[in-house]
């Protein structure tokens, strides 16, 4: 990671314990270090670790780690001058001209290709208020959307010849290739393109930072298809990844920890311009284990409430059930009639619209309300065993044992049956196979015998230690890996050994894991650090020293020279063992 008297100074103000906590709300203290369930990935036990001695972040379970720069730049998918620039702002220093350093060729392709997608969400918007954009304004008009929610959410109209854009961007010096790579034309057979987008309102996906990624586009024409297309995958977007609306829900899902998802851009919009701002959707109906994971960094209470057609019912049940799979809880609300939320704020206002919100009800009850929704008379033995049998595959999927027991209880009070007949047609049901998780970094640590693992832990956590530890070697470690590590700290300069622990991760990124791993572990107790590295010196010479002299009587008969320094060993090693 690079540094300047800038960058050092931003490290000087920021604590990046509080700056976590900004986007991982659960975080607690935890003996020496902080703890939470990690933002990157899925789990249910807690395993990212933030260091206030080390200022760094480390997960146990997914194996990222890093600074404070580190972590802006992963969370928000920034290069590293858009991140030092957002941290500088936050700890009041001046960034000046230092984002030109340490832009690497990706960093500046990323720059690039935001800022062509930004002119293009302009040219975009400039368009729709054109005399070619007619339609689309009088079909915003009839949605019943203001022109300041026309104006914040930035939409417009992508006309509908296919060269417009590109036109436009060939205009002002943007390259084919760059356009490509954002997306924004699409190639042809033959070698020819054309824009992705023609003939259809804009929707600007914006990242948490309000950086456009990306682009939705709607049709006009009802016999088009596919009514609503996405940009494709790109280095800033993926579709699994992204929120639509979150960047402008953010302040207020920050400030109530509540979350609104719904089904489409035109909800979210509607939802927002009535006041209900905290509301955001997947692009498209299929939620995935990474959205809720976006969203368990937020949000505590979250609603679920997509379109009332059977495809938007089953889609709610689903994301209820990855919720379920990511260890969050949720709740799902239905409308009880054919409007979409945005129609029904419209003619019912927000004041219905929230009391919608707060019938809101578990994945459980939600699935048995709809079973019973409607039903003149009472269901048959046989409809119950049906419906009990497809509901007991959302209660298997509760991790939560005694959510699971309630449910339980509540399927057999609702159908009328025995709770010992639910507990034992629920054991039928196939378990989910739990998911694998990459350790690679435990793998690693593993491979270091554990004096020589421990060793190095306490160098990283104060490497300043290695100033007593003149009298070992490389050749004294018997992992060629703990050989490496030892020997680049020991080269580390005075002033450079502060932040050993993020230098060594990018000196050597493939053992990057085991690095931050070793410098956040808790060491437990108050110790004395420098008696613990004492008392590790002198075992890894000993231990060094006895491996030394079972090489030389494996290698019997011995020659005159290897009897020597057999001799001086055993002498050395009886001096160490007096001395211990």
Known sequence: MSSSPVIELIREKLDIVDVVREYVPALK?????????CPFHNEKTPSFTVSPDKQIFHCFGCNEGGDIFSFVMKIEGLTFPEAARKLALKAGVEYGDERSHAMTESDKERLEIKKLLTAAAAFYHKTLFTAAGEKARLYLGERRLSKATVERFELGWAPAGGKALMDEMKARGWSRDLALKAGLITEREGGLAADTFRGRIMFPIRNQAGDTIAFGGRVLNPESQPKYLNSPETILFSKRRTLYGLHEALPQIRKSAKLLLLEGYMDVIGAHQH??????APLGTALTAEHAGLIGRYAKDTVVMFDGDRAGINASVRAAEIFMEAGLYVRLADLGCPLDPDEFLNEYGREEFEAKMAEASDALEFRMNLFFKDRKAPPTSQEKAQAIAVLLETV??????ILKSEWVKSLATRFGVEEASVHKQLRKVPAAAPKEVKRGGAQEAEAVPPIERGFLQLLLRDPSLIEGAAMLEPEDFSSRLARKIFNAIRALAPGERAKAATTLAAQFPEN???IMGLAVTDLGAETSAAQNSAGAIKMLKRFSLKRR??????????????FQEYSRLMSELKSSVKEK
Do not use: C, F, Y
């Open 29 to 37: 203290k935890a003996g020496r270090n902080h703890k939470a369930p």
């Open 275 to 280: 006041g209900v701002d905290w509301a955001v």
């Open 396 to 401: 298997a999927k509760q991790p939560d044992e």
């Open 512 to 514: 990057s894991a085991l």
């Open 549 to 562: 002299i079972k090489e030389l009587k494996d290698a019997e008969p011995m020659t005159p020279r290897q």
